[in-house]
């Protein structure tokens, strides 16, 4: 039987990808570990290597072909010893799983021991990048239990279900109503569980007919941007943001910036590299900031890994410094140069991008004085940097100075980051910026 | 046999202790059956297959005698009640040899002999009496099953007064049959023999036939019944059988306290079912029985503890499916896991008569007893294409809904093929849907499972087709 050569996932969170390109033709032989093809994602471009030995007897999936599901046949692999005629009748939307997890499949999910607590089962882990999900987290109730819970104003989330996967049933509510149940609140009562969906988007077409045809040209959304509208538009519609400002007076800082990239024999030391470590300092030492919100948990990490928004052709990315807090600034110069070359080619590693405790977005180098950020979930705060630029200062005494100010607004997610915590982070910041010798201790 | 220890040792191959055995084999325990009679049990061997074996020649049978119905005519239909026979011996046979492939697939250790609890853990089986092995086991399974019940004035003689077990396999059609009891098992045997050119008389003790089932239905069972020739007795008890040389005279005591001699030529008994629980050792370890029936928790746990009961020797109802579903939840509970207890009110019942009844949950007259504020809602066959074009117009779907919360509280069939429809409503009930999703739910036509959704609209008014 033909081996299917499936689409694979190149993040825990991908689910579609563009089918960029074969690298091989059909009828051609590859071994295991052979580029075989190459997958555009929203994020990056990357190499799909054969696994195993044989011919390449099909291609079933186009190149260029976008919006490939994950676990779709792409091409289909003959053995040794197999012809053309091992490929008749073969269903080519056949097995949505590699043949290898199969065995575990089979096995129904009802012999595992029955430990899964009720409440986990209730409210499955969604993927990381959607907390809008968690915060309206899927209820399972039956919809008799849904009827008589809105009923008699029973709050579903309060209940523990006894059915099937700690499905809220009958004898649940009967039990609620028994014992006095949790309340719901009026105003929830009339629409159990359900969330309000949120308000469609307006239809193309509707917004097309707006404009004058011919005075535009119309640009398909690619997967990057369409990433990036899905993900922004949940950040900014499902986390409570607000933003902290802070000028940091930057002379010392940039002083020291000379100082370093004289002596260094070779690579340079930005900014932004400053800003890095600085944020991840401070993040370090206010380890409450350092969390990412998780639905019904917050995740306190111990190291500050720093997200940097790199803008590319067609979007932006965010690769990550890992463990920022632990390097140096000649390690964190050479790692962003590093990063930001691969992001400009696309040839990123799902891992060197997806997690990150912290974004930086610096806009600096385009003047900009300053701005806020849409914050990157399930992160709970992003730092955006301005220009530093010479302003007239006034000093304590009243006398007036120039100095150079950089303006950096941070936004935060108000369910991880309450506003004196993030003030603290930002005092914390502008301490190493504005004294960046502080970051040497 | 040399003795041998087990995890699970059950007792009965039936439809409860086949399926106990092979669910515990599934999850790894290691697992004996000792049967004493067929692999499959009286459901495979002597019940529920080789009745529908023969109810499907009755049905081909009506069918080929109704042929101009449906633009042709048989001239000279002969039916050969010998073949009718062997084939569902066949049928039966087929279905215990896969009984007997299951256990082997499953690794299933088959002993043929009958058992005895000797303590707690411990069977003795023997085979024709003499002892053939000690089985020990930490969990024992009791599925031993039931038997037909007699009275002492109502006993079989294997001649010309049957049980079940005869009338699987007569050796000829009689002409007039006298059926005692109305239920499923009874009814089924009326009805087949009644299409077979037996004149039948039925006599219930209660009200009216199939007593279990809701009125209304009930009602238009035995007027179909009644139109196809039967003649139904019912607040009626049979008082004496006298067999004898050229037939059985029945003393039947009428509605009205009459008394009424009837001369048959067979008698079917059937009159309800008694536990298989007679030498099983019960009794020296203490096992808690009630009117003879072993009294189990919801995870079929005895009072004793490592024993176990499912099926026909427990609680009703006492059907097939029932004890298949309590294995799958005893063999679980055994192996430490927590499987959801089952709810008796939402098994469905079938009765393969002409024409076939099926339900499943409160009548309406229990609905109302249980204080229920209730919608009915009744689709007649005769709004529906598909039993117009199958040419079964004669039949109703209806269903009870608790008028405050949507909850489908029963549901009731009667027609052609409403046993295989039954399920619909088992799904629904099971998953506490509402009249909401049922109305919601695209039924595909034509078929006759649109009358389950009309029947559903036609509850909360919003019927199409009537």
């Known amino acids: 039987m033909p081996i299917s050569i499936l689409m694979p996932a190149l993040s825990p969170t991908m689910e579609t990808g563009k089918l960029a390109g074969w690298n091989v033709k059909e009828g051609e032989h590859v071994a295991p570990g052979d580029v075989i093809a190459e997958i555009e994602t929203d994020k990056a471009t990357m190499e799909v290597e054969a696994v195993e030995e044989g011919r390449l007897a099909r291609i079933l999936i186009e190149a260029g072909t976008e919006g490939v599901a994950v676990n779709t046949p792409i091409a289909l692999l003959l053995e040794e010893g197999e012809d053309e005629s091992a490929l008749e009748g073969f269903d080519t939307q056949a097995p949505a799983a590699p043949a290898k997890d199969k065995p575990a499949e089979e096995k129904p999910a009802e012999d595992k021991p029955a430990e899964v607590k009720p409440t986990e089962a209730a409210a499955p882990a969604p993927a990381p990048a959607k907390p809008a999900e968690e915060a309206g987290a899927r209820l399972f109730a039956s919809p008799l239990a849904r009827r008589m819970a809105a009923q008699n104003e029973i709050d579903l989330a309060q209940l523990q279900g006894s059915g099937p996967g700690g499905r809220i049933v009958k004898a649940d509510i009967e039990a609620a109503m028994r014992t006095g149940a949790p309340k719901a609140a009026p105003a929830a009562a009339s629409a159990p569980a359900a969330a309000a969906p949120a308000p469609a988007p307006m239809d193309p077409n509707r917004i097309t007919a707006l404009y004058e045809p011919g005075s535009f040209t119309e640009v398909a959304l690619d997967n990057m941007r369409a990433t990036i509208a899905r993900r922004l538009t949940e950040a900014k519609r499902d986390v409570p943001h607000y933003y902290l400002s802070v000028d940091c007076q930057i002379d010392t800082l940039l002083g020291a910036r000379k100082r370093l990239n004289e002596r260094l024999e070779d690579g340079r030391i930005s900014v932004n590299d400053f800003i890095i470590r600085a944020a991840a300092l401070a993040l370090i030492r206010v380890p409450d900031a350092n969390a990412a919100f998780a639905g019904d948990r917050l995740l306190k990490f111990k190291h500050a890994d720093i997200s940097m928004a790199v803008a590319i052709e067609g979007g932006l990315i965010t690769p990550i410094i890992r463990k920022a807090d632990t390097k140096s600034l000649a390690e964190i110069a050479a790692e962003s140069k590093q990063l930001a070359e691969k992001a400009k080619t696309r040839k990123l590693q799902p891992q060197e991008y997806e997690g990150g405790s912290f974004s930086v977005s610096n806009l600096g180098m385009f003047g900009i004085k300053n701005f806020t950020a849409v914050i990157n979930p399930p992160q709970a705060a992003i730092m955006a940097v301005g220009a530093g630029e010479k302003r007239a200062v006034v000093a304590a005494d009243g006398s007036l100075s120039a100095a150079t100010m950089m303006t950096v607004t941070l936004s935060c997610d108000h369910r991880v980051i309450d506003g004196a915590l993030g003030a603290r982070l930002l005092a914390e910041f502008k301490t190493f910026i504005e004294d960046p010798v502080m970051m040497l201790a | ?466």
Not at chain 2, 138 to 165: C, S, V
């Open chain 2, 1 to 466: 046999m040399s003795d041998q220890k087990f995890d699970v040792a059950v007792i009965g191959a039936g439809p409860g202790g086949y399926v106990a055995a092979i669910r515990a084999a599934q999850l790894g325990l290691k697992t004996v059956v000792i049967e004493r009679a067929h692999l499959g049990g009286i459901c495979l061997n002597w019940g529920c297959i080789p009745t529908k074996a023969l109810l499907r020649s009755a049905e081909v049978i009506h069918l080929a005698r109704r042929g101009k119905d449906f633009g042709f005519t048989i001239k000279d239909l002969e039916v050969d009640l010998g073949k009718i026979v062997k084939r569902s011996r066949t049928v039966a046979r087929r279905l215990s040899n896969g009984v007997a492939y299951l256990m082997k697939k499953n690794k299933v250790t088959v002993i043929d002999g009958e058992a005895s609890l000797k303590a707690k853990g411990l069977i003795g089986v023997t085979k024709d009496g003499a002892a053939l092995a000690d089985v020990e086991a930490d969990h024992i399974i009791l599925a031993t099953g039931a038997r037909a019940r007699t009275f002492p004035h109502l006993q079989p003689d294997g001649e010309r007064i049957w049980t079940y077990k005869q009338a699987l396999v007569p050796d000829e059609v009689p002409d007039e049959l006298l059926v005692i009891g109305s239920g499923a098992i009874g009814i089924e045997f009326a009805s087949f023999f009644n299409s077979l050119g037996s004149k039948v008389t039925v006599v219930e003790i209660m009200d009216r036939v199939l007593p279990v089932e809701d009125a209304e239905i009930s009602g238009l069972a035995r007027q179909a019944f009644e139109a196809q020739g039967m003649t139904i007795l019912t607040g009626a008890s049979v008082e004496a059988l006298d067999s004898g040389a050229d037939g059985v005279t029945a003393r039947i005591k009428l509605a009205d306290g009459a008394e009424q001699e009837l001369r048959t030529d067979r008698v079917i008994l059937a009159v309800g079912i008694v536990p298989n629980t007679d030498n099983l050792g019960l009794e020296e370890l203490g096992v808690k029985t009630d009117r003879g029936h072993v009294v189990t928790d919801a995870h079929c746990r005895t009072n004793v503890d490592g024993l176990y009961a499912i099926g026909d020797i427990t609680q009703p109802p006492w059907l097939a499916h029932k004890a298949s579903h309590e294995a799958i939840i005893c063999a679980e509970t055994i192996a430490g896991q927590d499987p959801h207890p089952l709810d008796a009110n939402k098994i469905a019942g079938c009765t393969y008569c002409t024409p076939q009844v099926a339900s499943i949950g409160l009548t309406e007259e229990e609905a109302r007893a249980e204080g229920h504020e209730i919608r009915v809602g009744r689709f007649p066959f005769q709004g529906n294409g598909k039993a117009i074009a199958l040419g079964e117009p004669e039949g109703l779907v209806k269903t009870i809904f608790d008028a405050g919360t949507g909850e489908l509280l029963g549901a009731h069939m009667i027609g052609a093929e409403v046993t295989e429809l039954i399920q619909g409503y088992a799904v629904a009930m099971t998953g506490e849907l509402t009249e909401a999703e049922l109305m919601h739910t695209v039924f595909p036509h034509p078929t006759l499972s649109e009358m389950m959704h009309e029947s559903v609209l036609d509850a909360y008014g919003r019927v199409i087709h009537i």
